[in-house]
């Protein structure tokens, strides 16, 4: 019975991964280039040592960079962009085959199929493993380190596990700071009940060795930290603006972040059962419940001071497989009930998947950003010399759109003092045509995106070029949220030529 249930997992685990491989490969070019990724493909690009500088400017750890700068001179895929996203594919993958083979091996028959099942289908996994960014490299270091370390407490006195949970962690901590710092927390925590302090200060004092080198950044990291949080707020209170990250990171757990408008209502209904069997499968999990608080908490706290809500599920995707153990050790202990719920999860997912595959309803349309088509109708219709082309900063990835219009002058918009810097250098004779980039709710202190939008609609002749139109599922959450938007497209550009030339 043992060897056919090994047999059964195996199956089960080659189907997932034959799924799961389809569902990252199919598109890979889907969603545009934004922002983050840019900065994944230019630092990839660039030599060790200017790497190193690049990503130590901007307060990263190094590992990610380094295997994706690797990866990139691999002699496959159609652009620097589809191979950097097919390495977070790889990663996601192999963070399946350890899910499978260290967290559910030694599980109930039904608990690892869920789980499995579950993580497979997970619209929110499928929109960050696609992305060229470490999210994915972070979940597998993160699967890595949470089993070495519970191997590590069956047998404390073992050197070699000692060594593995300390390579594991010193791994994480150089991919990312948020994950290895949490994770460090909830192990200690575990470990901490094999009394034996002498073998946790020697682990603990391997791992600052091995990140001896960052160490300085990680404290650079803190400091831009603590300075950050107030800047990030969309509310006008923390307690609220807490509850609004959380709750979205739930949501994106649960059912992604591609869903379609009817299925709004659905999700509402469903979410409390989910967070009940979620409760229900961490409560059964007492040996880890506490570690695993300890995790979830630093971790939360760490990525709600240092991004706005649209980012929080992308930085705390490593604890998406807690999440998912967590609601299939759930379907335990309330088989039928339980079962129900999960797989109206699985069935909401699939639903999300294929939602995000027409790449339309995700919820933060900051992924649709059209940037490339922008960038090729501006480089069609204007000489690089004499544009000058503005861009909304707040809302729109300005690096991206300057990638792709080489030798074209872009400034971006923060603060009326941009607004006041973009009038001097419109007033330039030598700049004879501008395009103005924006989105359609200005953000800038006093709305100065706006005011130097009228002031160039009346002093030239203009033409508005719209992308993006906004889905049924974005303008039911706007008018929800009482958002009030100018147009009903995520984005627009203004081609104003001067009447005088």
């Known amino acids: 019975m043992r060897r056919a249930e090994i047999r059964?997992?195996?199956?089960?685990?080659?189907?997932?991964?034959?799924?799961?491989?389809?569902?990252?490969?199919?598109?890979?070019?889907?969603?545009?280039?934004?922002?983050?990724?840019?900065?994944?493909?230019?630092?990839?690009?660039?030599?060790?040592?200017?790497?190193?500088?690049?990503?130590?400017?901007?307060?990263?750890?190094?590992?990610?960079?380094?295997?994706?700068h690797c990866w990139e001179k691999l002699p496959f895929g159609d652009s620097p962009l589809v191979r950097a996203r097919m390495l977070s594919v790889l990663f996601t993958l192999l963070a399946t085959v350890a899910l499978d083979r260290l967290w559910l091996r030694n599980t109930p028959r039904g608990m690892h199929l869920w789980c499995l099942a579950l993580w497979t289908t997970s619209s929110c996994l499928l929109l960050y493993s696609r992305m060229a960014r470490s999210y994915s490299l972070?979940?597998?270091?993160?699967?890595?380190?949470?089993?070495?370390?519970?191997?590590?407490?069956?047998?404390?006195?073992?050197?070699?596990?000692?060594?593995?949970?300390?390579?594991?962690?010193?791994?994480?901590?150089?991919?990312?700071?948020?994950?290895?710092?949490?994770?460090?927390?909830?192990?200690?925590?575990?470990?901490?009940?094999?009394?034996?302090?002498r073998r946790l200060l020697i682990a603990n004092a391997l791992v600052l060795l091995a990140y001896l080198p960052w160490l300085a950044t990680l404290a650079s990291v803190v400091s831009i930290w603590q300075g950050?949080?107030?800047?990030?707020?969309?509310?006008?209170?923390?307690?609220?603006?807490?509850?609004?990250?959380?709750?979205?990171?739930?949501?994106?757990?649960?059912?992604?972040e591609a869903v379609p408008v009817w299925m709004l209502p659905v999700t509402a209904l469903l979410a409390i059962p989910a967070a009940w069997l979620l409760w229900m499968g961490g409560r059964a999990a007492r040996a880890w419940f506490v570690?695993?608080?300890?995790?979830?908490?630093?971790?939360?706290?760490?990525?709600?001071?240092?991004?706005?809500?649209?980012?929080?599920p992308a930085r705390l995707l490593f604890l998406l497989p807690l999440a998912l153990l967590a609601i299939a050790k759930g379907t335990q202990s309330s088989t039928r009930v339980g079962v129900v719920i999960a797989g109206?999860?699985?069935?909401?997912?699939?639903?999300?998947?294929?939602?995000?595959?027409?790449?339309?309803?995700?919820?933060?349309?900051?992924?649709?950003?059209?940037?490339?088509?922008?960038?090729?109708?501006?480089?069609g219709s204007s000489p690089p010399g004499g544009t000058l082309v503005l861009v909304d900063g707040a809302n729109l990835s300005g690096t991206v759109l300057e990638y792709?219009?080489?030798?074209?002058?872009?400034?971006?918009?923060?603060?009326?003092?941009?607004?006041?810097?973009?009038?001097?250098?419109?007033?330039?004779?030598?700049?004879?045509?501008?395009?103005?980039?924006?989105?359609?709710?200005?953000?800038?202190p006093g709305h100065a995106l706006e005011h130097l939008e009228n002031d160039l609609i009346r002093l030239r002749e203009g033409?508005?070029?719209?992308?993006?139109?906004?889905?049924?599922?974005?303008?039911?959450?706007?008018?929800v949220a009482n958002v009030q938007v100018s147009t009903d497209f995520s984005y627009s550009a203004w081609e104003f030529r001067d009447p005088k030339r």
């Open 8 to 68: 059964l997992e195996y199956v089960w685990l080659a189907l997932c991964l034959i799924v799961q491989a389809a569902l990252l490969t199919h598109r890979l070019n889907l969603l545009p280039m934004w922002g983050d990724e840019l900065f994944t493909v230019q630092a990839a690009g660039r030599l060790t040592g200017e790497l190193l500088a690049m990503v130590r400017g901007d307060v990263h750890p190094p590992l990610y960079f380094l295997l994706a």
């Open 228 to 256: 950050k949080p107030g800047l990030l707020l969309v509310t006008n209170s923390r307690i609220l603006e807490i509850g609004i990250k959380l709750g979205y990171s739930g949501f994106s757990f649960l059912f992604g």
């Open 138 to 197: 972070q979940v597998l270091l993160f699967i890595l380190v949470c089993w070495a370390a519970w191997r590590w407490s069956e047998k404390i006195t073992s050197s070699s596990r000692l060594l593995m949970w300390g390579a594991s962690l010193a791994a994480l901590l150089y991919t990312h700071y948020v994950p290895g710092i949490a994770a460090w927390a909830g192990c200690l925590v575990l470990l901490y009940r094999g009394r034996e302090p």
């Open 291 to 312: 570690p695993v608080t300890v995790t979830a908490l630093i971790g939360f706290a760490g990525v709600a001071g240092w991004v706005s809500y649209a980012f929080g």
């Open 463 to 479: 033409e508005l070029h719209r992308y993006t139109p906004f889905s049924p599922t974005q303008k039911a959450l706007m008018h």
């Open 404 to 444: 792709y219009l080489p030798g074209f002058t872009t400034r971006q918009i923060f603060t009326a003092q941009d607004a006041e810097a973009a009038r001097i250098e419109i007033g330039n004779p030598a700049i004879r045509r501008v395009w103005f980039l924006r989105n359609p709710r200005d953000i800038t």
């Open 344 to 379: 109206a999860l699985l069935a909401a997912n699939l639903v999300g998947i294929m939602s995000y595959f027409q790449a339309r309803d995700l919820l933060n349309i900051g992924y649709l950003a059209p940037m490339e088509s922008i960038a090729r109708n501006i480089a």
